[in-house]
């Protein structure tokens, strides 16, 4: 997937099984990757220096955590050696995968948290960290979307005003990140091209049934081919011979 970046296809490569990259993964993790592959293409190691680097910030990560929980000395070094001792994490760490990465932007996120539910003020920088770094935990996995819905049910269960706006500022910056994005591949004027729109829900109690993309008249396109997704249809509006929007309804995302 991050060659497929760098080569200016997107994510709109195909897997051996025949699936589509974008179809499977959040495009986070390959965005990470790409300037390292783009530096060294002909060799893993510097991924795998990523992926070690990123499995040892788990750990003063987690320590700082626990600090500022109050937990003692001795329970926190019993936590440390029981992640060192996991199989799972070492595999995390010893593999080109998003996973460590993953619960280093989540590590970082509740540490911002923390300090985000002590400040007074409800927008400052650490509410941009906050959604930042919840939006990263949302595009390295797709399992971030779950830790964010429950993250906003929390702070929606504090029934204090402060919290509640807290929610709001959540959702909609996270909402923002995680929203419909498009993936392309090269394309040059005058030639076909292939978009591939990814559309997350983006809440866990209810589901998204209706999908609209508008195009730009600045940039007009004469005829799109639209292939057949199960459980949906779809309908091309065309104004004036130029594809104005693409409509697709009747289906369902969980």
């Given at each position: 997937?991050?060659?497929?970046?760098?080569?200016?296809?997107?994510?709109?490569?195909?897997?051996?099984?025949?699936?589509?990259?974008?179809?499977?993964?959040?495009?986070?993790?390959?965005?990470?990757?790409?300037?390292?592959?783009?530096?060294?293409?002909?060799?893993?190691?510097?991924?795998?220096?990523?992926?070690?680097?990123?499995?040892?910030?788990?750990?003063?990560?987690?320590?700082?955590?626990?600090?500022?929980?109050?937990w003692?000395?001795?329970?926190?070094?019993?936590?440390?050696?029981?992640?060192?001792?996991?199989?799972?994490?070492?595999?995390?760490?010893?593999?080109v995968?998003?996973?460590?990465?993953?619960?280093?932007?989540?590590?970082?996120?509740?540490?911002?948290?923390?300090?985000?539910?002590?400040?007074?003020?409800?927008?400052?920088?650490?509410?941009?960290?906050?959604?930042?770094?919840?939006?990263?935990?949302?595009?390295?996995?797709e399992?971030g979307?779950?830790?964010?819905?429950?993250?906003?049910?929390?702070?929606?269960?504090?029934?204090?005003?402060?919290?509640l706006?807290?929610?709001?500022?959540?959702?909609?910056?996270?909402?923002?990140?995680?929203?419909?994005?498009?993936?392309?591949?090269?394309?040059?004027?005058?030639?076909?091209?292939?978009?591939?729109?990814?559309?997350?829900?983006?809440r866990?109690?209810?589901?998204?049934?209706?999908?609209?993309?508008?195009?730009?008249?600045?940039?007009?396109?004469?005829?799109?081919?639209?292939?057949?997704?199960?459980?949906?249809?779809?309908?091309?509006?065309?104004?004036?011979?130029?594809?104005?929007?693409?409509?697709?309804?009747?289906?369902?995302?969980?």
């Amino acid at each position: 997937a991050a060659k497929a970046l760098l080569a200016g296809h997107g994510l709109t490569g195909h897997l051996p099984s025949g699936e589509v990259v974008v179809g499977l993964y959040p495009p986070g993790f390959s965005a990470l990757l790409a300037p390292l592959v783009w530096l060294w293409p002909h060799t893993f190691v510097p991924l795998r220096l990523l992926s070690v680097l990123a499995y040892a910030g788990i750990f003063p990560l987690t320590w700082l955590l626990l600090g500022r929980r109050r937990w003692g000395f001795a329970p926190r070094v019993a936590v440390l050696v029981a992640l060192a001792l996991g199989p799972p994490l070492a595999t995390y760490g010893s593999m080109v995968m998003a996973e460590a990465p993953f619960v280093d932007a989540l590590l970082l996120l509740l540490l911002a948290l923390d300090r985000w539910m002590d400040d007074p003020r409800v927008l400052s920088r650490l509410a941009v960290a906050v959604v930042g770094l919840a939006g990263s935990v949302v595009w390295l996995k797709e399992a971030g979307l779950g830790l964010i819905a429950g993250l906003f049910l929390w702070l929606l269960l504090g029934r204090h005003p402060r919290r509640l706006a807290r929610a709001t500022v959540l959702a909609a910056g996270v909402g923002a990140s995680a929203h419909v994005t498009v993936v392309t591949t090269a394309n040059v004027r005058g030639k076909p091209a292939m978009l591939l729109f990814r559309v997350p829900n983006e809440r866990a109690h209810a589901l998204t049934t209706k999908v609209e993309v508008q195009f730009p008249q600045t940039h007009p396109i004469a005829a799109v081919t639209v292939p057949r997704v199960a459980g949906w249809r779809h309908r091309v509006r065309v104004l004036d011979g130029i594809v104005d929007t693409i409509t697709w309804t009747s289906g369902a995302i969980r």
